[in-house]
């Protein structure tokens, strides 16, 4: 089940990809359906808060009608980056799933804890690493092709 979320979070991905942003992808699902999915739109829309994760959340939050994502799963292409986590906790999702991890931003594992820092209003549960190498694939060949242009 992990990895059919994951795949549709990739498809996300790919999406921004053809349209020149960074290609990351998030998915957001409650009981086992999806409720939201979203891609990096940052140079398109120019905001930095366009992340993959905030327009997911976002998404997820119209639908539902409410900002609280009590039960929810988000499966995103790569480790949230501080922003994208502290969106994840005051959300109140309840698991996070990446693909690939970020060694320079990450914030579940890799350089900050917020998913479970203690003295945040939630703590969000997560699991790293599914699909990790063609998670981390896309990103790589991404900045790869524009190095060589």
């Known amino acids: 089940m992990k990895e059919k979320f994951m795949r549709l979070a990739i498809k996300e991905a790919q999406k921004a990809e053809k349209k020149d942003e960074v290609p990351i992808g998030a998915v957001i699902v409650k009981d086992g ?25 976002d998404k997820a939050s119209k639908k539902l009608k409410s900002w609280r994502l009590d039960g929810a799963e988000l499966y ?22 990446f693909g690939a991890t970020e060694e320079k931003s990450g914030s579940a594992q890799s350089k900050f804890n917020i998913l479970t820092e203690s003295g945040l209003n939630h703590v969000t549960e997560y699991e790293g690493g599914i699909l990790s190498e063609e998670c981390s694939n896309l990103i790589k060949n991404y900045f790869k092709n524009k190095r060589n242009k």
């Not at 995103?76 to 799933?97: D, F, Q, S, W």
Request: proline content about 4%; overall charge positive; aromatic content about 4%.
């Open 76 to 97: 995103v292409t790569l480790e949230p980056c501080p922003m994208c986590a502290g969106a994840i906790v005051n959300a109140r999702i309840k698991k996070v799933y």
């Open 33 to 57: 359906k999806v409720i939201a999915r979203a891609y990096n739109k940052r140079e398109s829309k120019q905001l930095a808060t366009a992340h993959a994760e905030i327009l997911a959340i």
